[in-house]
């Protein structure tokens, strides 16, 4: 089964803690990407990467960071400087083929207590 | 920096009725995509539309975009209960591997 997984799908921590979410994908893609989605709001782009071991900010990275140590793998820590971590996180990948585009992971829900 | 706002941000149609969503760009748009996210799941990317003026039909869904390639709408014939979710635009910008995502339309369809 080819896709991109993220794990777990809902996610409780106590402020002050550091989390990581995991995202895996086996489509052979090289960019992928994390987005954070308030709810009734837009995708935000937390950080992307264009190739294994190197990433780049998006438009809200502070509080945020990752590492691109494998390809199939860009998993996004929630530090406890992120002031409001509860949020819907999406991981995706890009597709180069014919029609350029995105595939996203099912999504992980952190609630920050 | 770069906007793109959708309107309008929620819509209630009747069964059948058709729907229209509106993006716009602050910029020229390289490319638009439109995707679909319905209620507790994820985007699905949909369509990608590439040409000044290019116009996409899907079954009930058809797409366009704007001849300044400033603007696109996703239009939906007869909505069905299958068409709940929340429709984005996003502009592939060529340049970057970054993707702009517009505010959303929330549709929700009465039976």
């Known amino acids: 089964d080819g896709g991109i997984t993220q794990s777990p799908k809902y996610l409780f921590r106590k402020e002050g803690q550091n989390v990581t979410l995991s995202c895996e994908q086996n489509?052979?893609?090289?960019?992928m990407y994390w987005y954070r989605q308030d709810p009734g709001q837009g995708l935000r782009l937390i950080y992307y990467?264009?190739?294994?071991?190197?990433?780049q900010k998006g438009d809200i990275a502070e509080g945020y960071s990752v590492s691109r140590e494998k390809k199939e793998s860009f998993p996004l820590t929630v530090t406890s400087a992120q002031k409001n971590p509860t949020a819907f996180y999406l991981c995706?990948?890009?597709?180069?083929?014919?029609?350029?585009?995105?595939?996203f992971g099912p999504g992980t829900r952190l609630t920050v207590l | 920096g770069q906007q793109v706002m959708q309107i309008p941000q929620y819509q209630h149609v009747q069964e059948g009725e058709d729907f229209t969503t509106y993006c716009n760009s602050s910029t020229t748009l390289s490319n638009i995509q439109w995707y679909k996210q319905r209620p507790g799941g994820h985007p699905v990317f949909l369509i990608q539309?590439?040409?000044?003026?290019e116009v996409k039909k899907q079954k009930r869904l058809t797409f366009q975009f704007g001849e300044a390639k400033k603007n696109s709408s996703l239009h939906i014939t007869a909505t069905q209960t299958t068409d709940v979710g929340t429709y984005f635009c996003?502009?592939?910008?060529?340049?970057?591997?970054?993707?702009?995502f517009g505010t959303g339309t929330r549709l929700k369809v009465l039976a």
């Open positions: 539309l590439v040409k000044s003026g």
């Open positions: 995706a990948s890009r597709d180069r083929g014919r029609v350029d585009t995105q595939y």
């Open positions: 990467s264009q190739i294994v071991n190197d990433f």
């Open positions: 996003a502009d592939q910008n060529s340049g970057t591997y970054k993707y702009i």
């Open positions: 489509l052979n893609h090289d960019a």
